[in-house]
Structures are given as structure tokens and as C-alpha cells.
């Protein structure tokens, strides 16, 4: 007679999740993007001109996150770069199990993945997935007042990229009221301002990009 | 020696808590409209153009959700309109035990009651809280997709207010491509396009709670 071999569940919690994904990503030598904001603000339009300016010398995948469909993986996957979509159903964030799921399919070796989280200020922010940081993208039509209002998001946020700034003169929003509400949260932020229309912008955030991942290649 | 007497907890469902909700509402005669959008779509703005559009002649009330603070109930409250302030800490919507708590606080008669959840297009959807309807705001910064890609939100709203109408000729908005998708998800719901900028629309908006107050009153 064979012994039957009881395996016990292990619960383990999103943190201790996202650490096991972090080796993860370590294995594959990516420095790893959380992205984060409001639905419409722009996400999809800032990885592509990041994935535009670095691929030529980068390898990048980004991880799709969505509660239905995949047009933003399509749009994407057509500048050539490697695309998992993840549909969330009905949860209005990606956490580290999301994630841990799709891991497996991801083989080779990958200097950059970037992550676009379900369009939502809140609950995103309260997952770790096993990023290096989080990135917000704040647009200017969505009001100065979000820093004040979103907390949590933007105190956890090492980066703030401050989208469609060619909308400027249409709508009433004050840089320096956001900023002040940015750094109020975390004074260590990086605040850059772009527009993914006209291109303005982007040379700082490709730079920023080149410098984070060298410095994580080093650290490695 | 007195008898103690233990009382037993009694657990109910958000959907049972809503019920209740809605028979404090009918006490007070007020038609409740459940305000959802994405952070920075306008709600705040959109309810002072109704209140100031409907105060003359009826009584309305505001309950205000935000994850911290109380800036629009301020903004609100110079309108010489009653407003209620819930700060819902982390939770990224409301729900019907947070409703609950602040009834008791409302006396009176009311016309209208126009509920300003938490800015985000997932969670607050999820959620009945007594209201008589979900009426959504999407605003045309935020893309023509949203219907597409939130599609619980819209297939729930009766009415979705397109806002910043006045930003048309400035971003690449389909008014068509959004109509179908919402129209998609909820072949009834009523599409009232409007700009709080410019005031464009809002006479559609007064005379469609006008007509709902009418009928509300009628039935009960």
C-alpha cells in the first residue's frame, strides 16, 4: 500500500507574494515599473514612448492589467515589444498573485518591465507586486488637487509623471499647487511633466529611465 | 438581580443595508442619485451646476465621499446647499453601513439627495447604497474606450454625463465611438453630453431631474 502524501495549503500573504515575485524579476534582471493612475490619464500612451525611446537598446516587456479585453496589449504588442495581459474580472487592482500567475510564461532576460496597474488612484496603490517602485501619472485635466486628495498613491509614488501638459491653457490647473501636494506626501519624489501628444518631456523621462536601470544592474 | 440581557449581532448584507437605507429616503421623499466617476471627471462640479440650477425651487442635499479631507463639501457648502462629509480612510467607494451611519444625522424633507462617491470607475459600482439610480460622468480627457473597458460602471448607470465637452478640440475624443460602447452596456441609459466650463448642456441636465423628481414624487 502506497502512503498518501498530505501536502498542507500554504496561505501566504500579498507581501510575502510580491518578495517571492521580486526574485523573480531578479533572475531575469529587469528593474521593475508599477504603473499607476486614473482611468484616461494616459498610462497607455506614456509606455509606449517609453518602450519607443529605450527598445533600440533595451529589452522591455510590459505586463497589461485590465479588468476586460486587450486592446491596450494590441496597441502595444504593434511597436514590436514583448505584451502579458492579465484580465483582472472584477478587481479593481493587480497584486502579487496576479502576477505570480503569470511569471511562469515569461522566459529570457528582460532589462525593463513596465506594469500598467487597472486605471484607479486607490487600490492599486495598496498592492505590492514586487516593483522596484511606483510610478503615478497624474493628468492635468484631472485637477491640482489630486495629490491632496489620493494620499496614499502619491506618498508611496517615487515618481510622478505629470501628463498632457499641451492641455495647459485649456484647464485650470496650477503646477506648483500639485508639486506642493507631491512632495508634501514624499519629499523624495521625481516630478516629471510631459505631454505623450506633442512629445515634450519625454527626453527627461527616458534619461531618468536609462540612469534607474543602470544603477540596478550595478546593484545587482 | 437584574437580568442581563445579550443581544445578538446581527449581520446584514450591503444589499440588505441599502434597503434600509432606501426606507430612510422615502421617509425623507428624496430622489438618490449615486455620483460615479474617475478622479478629476468633474463631479464636484457637475453637482454645483445642478444645485445651483435646482436650489431655487428644491431642497437638496449632498453626501460627500472621500478617502480624506473635506475640500469639496466646503466648496459645496458656500452654494448655501446642506452637505454631509463621509471620509472613508482606505475604501475606494462607498457603501451602504458608511450611508447608514451619517443618515441620522439628516432631518427634514428633502427633494433631491446627490451622492459624490470616491473617484474611481471600479469599486463604487459594486456597491448599492439605497440610491435610485448610478449616474456616471466620464469625461472626454479620459478617452471614448472607457465604456469598453469599465464595463460594469455602465452597465449600471442610468444616465452618463460626458463632461468637458469644451475640451473636444483639443483631445481625440469619439462622441459616437463612446455612445455605442455605453449604449453597448446598457441600451437605456440616457447620454447627456455638457461642459461645467461653459455651461453647454445643463439645461438638458435641470430639466432631466426635474422630470425624475416629477415622476419619484408621483409614485411613492
Do not use: W
Amino acid at each position: 500500500m502506497r502512503k498518501v502524501k498530505v501536502f498542507k495549503p500554504i496561505l501566504v500573504s500579498n507581501k510575502e507574494r510580491a518578495a517571492e515575485n521580486r526574485k523573480v524579476f531578479d533572475r531575469l534582471g529587469a528593474f521593475v515599473v508599477n504603473i499607476i493612475a486614473s482611468p484616461g490619464a494616459g498610462k497607455t500612451s506614456f509606455i509606449s514612448k517609453v518602450v519607443t525611446g529605450l527598445q533600440k537598446r533595451h529589452k522591455i516587456l510590459v505586463i497589461e492589467g485590465d479588468i476586460r479585453g486587450q486592446v491596450d496589449s494590441e496597441r502595444l504588442a504593434l511597436l514590436g515589444v514583448d505584451v502579458v495581459q492579465i484580465n483582472t474580472q472584477t478587481a479593481c487592482h493587480l497584486d502579487a498573485f496576479m502576477i505570480a500567475q503569470v511569471l511562469p510564461q515569461v522566459h529570457g532576460s528582460y532589462d525593463l518591465i513596465l506594469v500598467e496597474n487597472v486605471g484607479n488612484l486607490v487600490c492599486p496603490a495598496e498592492f505590492e507586486i514586487g516593483e522596484d517602485y511606483k510610478l503615478a501619472i497624474l493628468s492635468v485635466t484631472e485637477g491640482d488637487d489630486k495629490p491632496y486628495k489620493y494620499p496614499l498613491l502619491f506618498h508611496l509614488a517615487q515618481v510622478v509623471v505629470i501628463n498632457k501638459t499641451d492641455l495647459l491653457p485649456y484647464v485650470d490647473f496650477n503646477m506648483a499647487k500639485a508639486r506642493t501636494g507631491i512632495l508634501q506626501e514624499n519629499p523624495h519624489a521625481v516630478v516629471l511633466p510631459v505631454s505623450s501628444k506633442n512629445g515634450e518631456g519625454y527626453d527627461a523621462v527616458i534619461e531618468h529611465f536609462s540612469k534607474e536601470m543602470h544603477a540596478a544592474k550595478k546593484a545587482h
